[in-house]
């Protein structure tokens, strides 16, 4: 019992020490990607090569004056950062990062939780995240934090639907809603090759639901200057970014999951499957930012109609489709 206390608390510590970190550096990564973009330098100076970017940042917003505005509703405005940072970091508690070790004489699955109904959690985890969002906005008293809070969620709504029709084309095929048996279940072909509708399906929603551009209307800075966020400031502040950058690796870390076979690779060294997940897991990540160097950000009408009129026809479609196959076969 011990034993498994103490492996629990070390795989947790490292994960999310891990998670932060990654946090912390895709901040400098999406910047010197998107200068590159752009045939500029983006940060370089601080450290060797402008590697201490993010901790100069971190301790910027550290030692940033802390401002309240008089007219929020204090304890609301507050409490919404929390809102929108913590369930961002929890769904990472049921995706396998690799596949089973053996240290001290003892079999350790690299997952933090390896629940029967992991792909629920995540949807369930996920969605919680709005609320910081929802929470902002109206604490804000700002009608461009409102605006853009009221915007993220009929985003989000609308996406999550065509999201969730897309997943379950793959627990219909695996048979399972447990992570670890989704990426077993994939061992002789991969989901993206039986469910490529879905996958792209996925993936824009993906990037939908993370208000990422295209889809970065609750942000759109010429329109709402910042969105939900306008007020905020210091760490508060970057805590609403921290959160949106945690999202976007858990977000490309279910796909590669559910659809690149996790954690497998061309060998079974349970090592090597941490590098083979974490190297998908950046594909998905690059995509982003690569998406925002080179899309213009989508109308307010145009994203409605893209999610209830394409993605969410597509989506039912699609699934008819896996559920007939599945029937019949």
């Given at each position: 019992?011990?034993?498994?206390?103490?492996?629990?608390?070390?795989?947790?510590?490292?994960?999310?020490?891990?998670?932060?970190?990654?946090?912390?550096?895709?901040?400098?990564?999406?910047?010197?990607?998107?200068?590159?973009?752009?045939?500029?330098?983006?940060?370089?100076?601080?450290?060797?090569?402008?590697?201490?970017?993010?901790?100069?940042?971190?301790?910027?917003?550290?030692?940033?004056?802390?401002?309240?505005?008089?007219?929020?509703?204090?304890?609301?405005?507050?409490?919404?950062?929390?809102?929108?940072?913590?369930?961002?970091?929890?769904?990472?508690?049921?995706?396998?990062?690799?596949?089973?070790?053996?240290?001290?004489?003892?079999?350790?699955?690299?997952?933090?939780?390896?629940?029967?109904v992991?792909?629920?959690?995540?949807?369930?985890?996920?969605?919680?995240?709005?609320?910081g969002?929802?929470?902002?906005?109206?604490?804000?008293?700002?009608?461009?934090?409102l605006?853009?809070?009221?915007?993220?969620?009929?985003?989000?709504?609308?996406?999550?639907?065509?999201?969730?029709?897309?997943?379950?084309?793959?627990?219909?095929?695996?048979?399972?809603?447990?992570?670890?048996?989704?990426?077993?279940?994939?061992?002789?072909?991969?989901?993206?090759?039986?469910?490529?509708?879905?996958?792209?399906?996925?993936?824009?929603c993906?990037?939908?639901?993370?208000?990422?551009?295209?889809?970065?209307?609750?942000?759109?800075?010429?329109?709402?200057?910042?969105?939900?966020h306008?007020?905020?400031?210091?760490?508060?502040?970057?805590?609403?970014?921290?959160?949106?950058?945690?999202?976007?690796?858990?977000?490309?870390?279910?796909?590669?999951?559910?659809?690149?076979?996790?954690?497998?690779?061309?060998?079974?060294?349970?090592?090597?499957?941490?590098?083979?997940?974490?190297?998908?897991?950046?594909?998905?990540?690059?995509?982003?930012?690569?998406?925002?160097?080179?899309?213009?950000?989508?109308?307010?009408?145009?994203?409605?109609?893209?999610g209830?009129?394409?993605?969410?026809?597509?989506?039912?479609?699609?699934?008819?489709?896996?559920?007939?196959?599945?029937?019949?076969?």
């Amino acid at each position: 019992m011990l034993e498994t206390l103490i492996i629990s608390t070390i795989k947790v510590i490292v994960v999310f020490a891990a998670l932060l970190t990654a946090c912390a550096y895709l901040t400098l990564l999406e910047r010197r990607v998107v200068a590159r973009f752009q045939s500029r330098l983006g940060p370089i100076y601080t450290g060797p090569n402008g590697l201490l970017q993010p901790v100069a940042d971190l301790v910027k917003l550290l030692f940033k004056e802390d401002l309240i505005p008089g007219h929020v509703d204090k304890t609301i405005y507050l409490l919404a950062p929390l809102a929108a940072f913590i369930p961002a970091t929890l769904s990472f508690v049921v995706i396998p990062f690799g596949s089973t070790i053996n240290l001290f004489g003892r079999e350790i699955n690299l997952v933090l939780s390896n629940f029967n109904v992991g792909l629920l959690y995540i949807f369930a985890v996920t969605s919680l995240g709005i609320y910081g969002v929802i929470l902002s906005g109206w604490a804000s008293n700002s009608k461009y934090s409102l605006l853009g809070s009221i915007r993220s969620s009929a985003q989000m709504i609308s996406y999550e639907i065509s999201m969730g029709m897309a997943v379950i084309g793959v627990v219909l095929i695996t048979g399972s809603l447990n992570m670890n048996e989704i990426v077993k279940a994939q061992s002789g072909l991969w989901n993206i090759v039986l469910q490529p509708v879905g996958f792209l399906i996925f993936l824009i929603c993906g990037i939908a639901e993370t208000n990422r551009a295209p889809f970065d209307l609750p942000e759109a800075e010429s329109e709402l200057v910042a969105g939900y966020h306008t007020e905020y400031s210091a760490m508060k502040f970057g805590m609403f970014f921290v959160g949106e950058y945690a999202n976007i690796i858990t977000i490309s870390a279910i796909a590669a999951t559910l659809y690149l076979g996790g954690w497998q690779g061309p060998t079974d060294n349970p090592i090597l499957s941490i590098v083979w997940f974490c190297i998908k897991t950046f594909l998905f990540v690059f995509f982003y930012l690569w998406l925002r160097a080179t899309t213009p950000r989508f109308r307010y009408d145009q994203l409605m109609n893209f999610g209830w009129k394409i993605l969410l026809p597509l989506a039912i479609a699609n699934l008819l489709v896996t559920a007939l196959v599945v029937l019949l076969t």
